[in-house]
């Protein structure tokens, strides 16, 4: 199995929320996350984690529904590997494409939400605020199937980086909106449609902006089904 390799042209940027310091600090407790009513042959869980996600065409998860906001300073990380399926490279927005990763909200799914997703065969994460959608900007990373990857989304404030194998890709503009409502996950469809097809390992949704150190440790420790 395929794991990707990126190059390092970002390393030498500042991280957004400050340079990474050279060692990673303790991490925080993530929050629990478990699936209601999920079925074991799609997923794993275990002492209120998922561990994996086994997602076709017809699989469809329930939101995971937190019992309040996590408020506008967390990080979300996983594993993915896609299955080669043509809407991974469709450019337009049908019931099939966007493939969708994760899907972030508040309560009312309108108000404020967060998608990270494959778009043109291209990972992307895309914000809604006041009723607008904005693609973070920089890099979007070629998303080739049958292939391991560690994504992480770090938000603090109004700023946040999106993470492939541990490089900032992509960021949300300076302006962009506080999102503090954010509640509920929805993993592998964004409302019943454009479906993952995949594996998800150790989804991971963490209450702080973790720096680029405690992320690339995350990335060198990967599970033994990526290893």
């Keep these: 199995m395929k794991t990707h390799i990126p190059a390092r042209p970002l390393l030498a940027a500042a991280f957004l929320f400050g340079m990474a310091s050279l060692s990673?600090?303790?991490l925080p407790a993530p929050l629990p996350l478990e699936i209601p009513k999920a079925d074991p042959a799609v997923v794993f869980q275990k002492d209120g984690q998922i561990a994996k996600l086994t997602?076709?065409?017809k699989a469809y998860l329930a939101p995971v529904n937190l019992p309040k906001a996590f408020g506008d300073n967390y990080t979300l990380t996983f594993w993915v590997r896609l299955d080669d399926t043509p809407a991974l490279r469709?450019?337009?927005f049908t019931p099939d494409a966007p493939v969708t990763l994760i899907d972030l909200s508040s309560p009312d799914w309108d108000d404020q939400r967060t998608t990270l997703r494959v778009h043109?065969?291209?990972f992307s994460v895309t914000a809604l605020n006041e009723g607008k959608w904005k693609?973070?900007?920089g890099v979007?990373?070629?998303?080739?199937p049958e292939t391991w990857y560690f994504l992480a989304y770090a938000k603090s404030g109004g700023k946040g980086a999106f993470y492939m194998n541990g490089d900032i890709m992509t960021r949300t503009p300076a302006d962009a909106p506080v999102q503090d409502k954010i509640q509920n996950i929805v993993f592998g469809n964004f409302q019943k449609q454009r479906r993952l097809q995949g594996v998800i390992?150790?989804?991971r949704l963490y209450p702080a902006a973790l720096d680029m150190a405690q992320i690339q440790s995350l990335h060198a420790s990967p599970p033994a089904e990526v290893k």
């Design 201 to 203: 390992l150790q989804p």
């Design 140 to 144: 979007r990373p070629i998303a080739e």
């Design 24 to 26: 990673a600090q303790p």
């Design 120 to 122: 043109g065969g291209r």
């Design 55 to 57: 997602l076709k065409q």
């Design 135 to 137: 693609m973070l900007a």
């Design 90 to 92: 469709e450019t337009g």
